[in-house]
Structures are given as C-alpha cells and as structure tokens.
C-alpha cells in the first residue's frame, strides 16, 4: 500500500487523500490517465508515457497540469516518499472541479493525482504463466487512442472474463476483427512466422510498450506486420501473446475453446519476452 501520494500540489498520506466531490473525472469520466512501470528505481519508458499522456490531453481539450520537466520531479518524488523500487506510477489528469453540468467553465484548473505501488517483475521467460482469453464484443466509444479514465466497458469484459473462467477478454468489433484486450495490445504469430498486430488508429490505444517491441523488432530484423486479423485468424496462429506496461509480454494459450500452439508458450514470444526484458531492465539504477 503506498505511503504517500499526490494530490494537486500537495504529498499527503495516502489513506486520507482525496479529491473533490465534484471533480469531473468522479462524475463524467472526464480525465485521462498513464500507468508507467518502475524497474530497479528507474522509470521505465518514461517519455513516450509522456509524450502519449499530453497527447491525450490535447485531444479532450484538458490543460496540463504543468510542464513534462515538473511532472519528472513529482514522479521521482513520489517514488521516493513510497521507496518503490520495483513497481508502478499512477497519473491522473482531470479537466477539474466545477458545478456539475455536461458544459463546463472555460479555462478549468485540471486536477492532478500521483500514486506509486510496489510490483514484483518477471526476472525470465520461465516465470511467465500463459493465459486463456475470451472473445467479447467491443462495446466502447470511438475514440480508444485516446487514454481515458472511462473505462467501464473495459471493467465489464474483464467481468465477462472472469465468470468464464478466463484471464482475460479480446475484444471483437463490429467488422469481425480483434481490437485489443481489456488492459492491452493483442497480437498473433503466423504458421509462417509473422508477428501481426493491429495497426494504429481510433479503434486501439497506442500501447508504450506495442510501440518498444515494434522498434527493437524492426532494429533485430524480425517480420512484423501491422495489421488486423480476425478472431478466426487469431485462433488458428501458431502463437498469441499481449503487450502492456503491467503484464509486459504475456502469451496467449487459449481463445475461447481453441488451444493455440499445442497450449504451451512459443518461442517467437520467448523471444520477443526475453528482447522486451532487456530494455526494461536496462532503466534499473536510473535517475
């Protein structure tokens, strides 16, 4: 349980933290949010995390709650107040408090919320369980690239996941064809050998750590193609796996009652897992 946290402008006991009432991120969803993994006190990814949370800000119109460089010195601070080596950061971004209305005040004041959590990291491949997922119909909004804290459909098929008797959902859009899983990106090893994933657009987040795995994939001469694929497609692949900033690489070993790869993690993961590993490693010790 962390310690201390950050509550617009002030380090307070994380047990009595709060925030308004009326904050519009409580009652209209209208916020965003990045989770950034920590590694050996290093911040993991850091930029692009970002890079992605001013991105998503500017696309709901929300001010920023100071500059890249200030927000660098809170994290590191709560980091510090939490003596997190190993673990997590939690930001949220809302517009900010005002009457409840759907139309709000210009030039709102955003509220800003840090948490850190400790969270043990995979140290290999073989410590790496693989999972069964469920396709599910895709029921959120249009606007997936954008990182919101409305996440109520996301919630729901993981429920959906869960009274399955699965670890997780792949979500399915109207077209047929996979989006991404409840908390991160999906992806497919074909019987020749190619590693898919769906290409960027409104219907799936950017994933920080999709984005890292396409750059030293490409780096190593490895065959990635960005693209969709049908859950049809998805189940006959000789390998699965999903990418996020908590699980890292994740392989995939069940969709729905179709078995992928004899049921047994493959090596194309092992290497993307074992790749991914090194770069996350490589922030331990940093400042």
Not at 15 to 23: F, L, N, Q, R, S
């Amino acid at each position: 349980m962390p310690v201390q946290s950050y509550v617009n402008g002030r380090y307070v006991r994380h047990h009595g933290a709060a925030i308004h009432i009326e904050d519009r991120s409580y009652q209209f969803a209208d916020g965003v949010y990045e989770v950034i993994a920590v590694y050996g006190g290093g911040i993991v990814d850091e930029g692009p995390h970002l890079e992605r949370l001013f991105r998503s800000l500017g696309e709901l119109n929300i001010a920023a709650p100071g500059s890249e460089r200030s927000i660098k010195v809170i994290l590191r601070e709560v980091l510090f107040r939490n003596r997190v080596r190993d673990g997590a950061l939690y930001l949220q971004v809302s517009r900010g408090v005002a009457v409840r209305n759907h139309a709000h005040p210009p030039d709102m004041k955003p509220a800003f919320v840090v948490t850190a959590r400790a969270h043990p990291w995979p140290k290999d491949f073989a410590a790496v369980e693989g999972i069964a997922v469920i396709a599910i119909a895709d029921q959120r909004w249009s606007r997936c690239d954008i990182k919101t804290v409305s996440l109520l459909p996301n919630v729901l098929a993981r429920m959906g996941a869960d009274t399955a008797g699965a670890d997780d959902a792949w979500m399915i859009g109207e077209d047929g064809l996979v989006t991404e899983g409840t908390a991160s990106n999906a992806w497919i090893v074909t019987d020749a050998g190619e590693i898919v994933t769906r290409q960027l657009s409104q219907a799936i987040l950017a994933g920080v750590t999709r984005r890292t795995i396409l750059e030293f994939a490409a780096a190593r001469g490895m065959t990635i193609t960005e693209r969709a694929f049908t859950l049809s497609e998805a189940k006959a692949a000789r390998e699965a796996f999903q990418t996020s900033t908590t699980a890292l690489v994740k392989p995939v070993l069940k969709i729905d009652a179709a078995v992928i790869g004899g049921g047994a993690p493959g090596p194309v993961t092992e290497v993307v897992f074992t790749a991914y590993l090194e770069h996350f490693a490589s922030f331990g010790g940093a400042a």
